[in-house]
């Protein structure tokens, strides 16, 4: 089973493409690392694998903020090539360097991983015409700062959350910091064992 094969939970086009936000998060909040918690088993693992699997069929483009686009530009395109990488680790370098991705900073200014696009202007206006044109969904995929970025400016149409169960303490918080209420409707939750739940949510219309 690959990701280039796997049938998609739901039509790889839509009338319009959606963002989703595709991220790990510990119990208290913050953005975790990884989708699975690193005290999974195999087993539960192996389970998360294959979800993320169906979950990223319908993706054909990345965002990531700066910090996170860097650490993968450094650690994936090389994982693929590793005796020490799983299977999976394998397939998802794979898929990471196949993958259009956009990275946005006011900083950075330059990004040379290919398929990438560097936007240092507004994401405001960069995903609306991205939403404009043919293709398949945009995941949020690392790292919380970005997401939290997106979620302030009401741009995010789906969450597929992965929530560890674990307690940071600290971090960065995930789902906004405007002092906004934002209602939520669940669309199915999945549990997987030592690693955790899968929400599966999307803001409900506000009521005016």
Known sequence: MTMHTTTPAEPATTTERRVVLLMGMSLDGFGAWGWSPPAASTPDRDAIHDEIRRQL???????????????????????????????????????????????????????????????????????????????????IVGGPTIARAFGNLGLIDEYRLWAHPTLLGTGTPLLGSDGRRRDLELLDVRSFGSAGCC??????????
């Open 199 to 208: 929400f599966h949510l999307r803001p409900r219309p506000v009521q005016r």
């Open 57 to 139: 069929a319908p993706i054909d483009t990345f965002l990531l903020g700066r910090a996170c686009y860097q650490l993968w530009e450094t650690f994936w395109p090389s994982v693929d090539h590793s005796a020490t990488s799983s299977p999976f680790e394998k397939e998802f370098s794979h898929l990471a360097d196949e993958m259009q991705k956009v990275v946005y900073s006011k900083t950075l200014t330059a990004a040379a991983w290919r398929n990438t696009r560097l936007v240092n202007g507004s994401l405001t206006d960069d995903v609306a015409r991205m939403k404009r044109t043919p293709g398949r969904n945009l995941a």
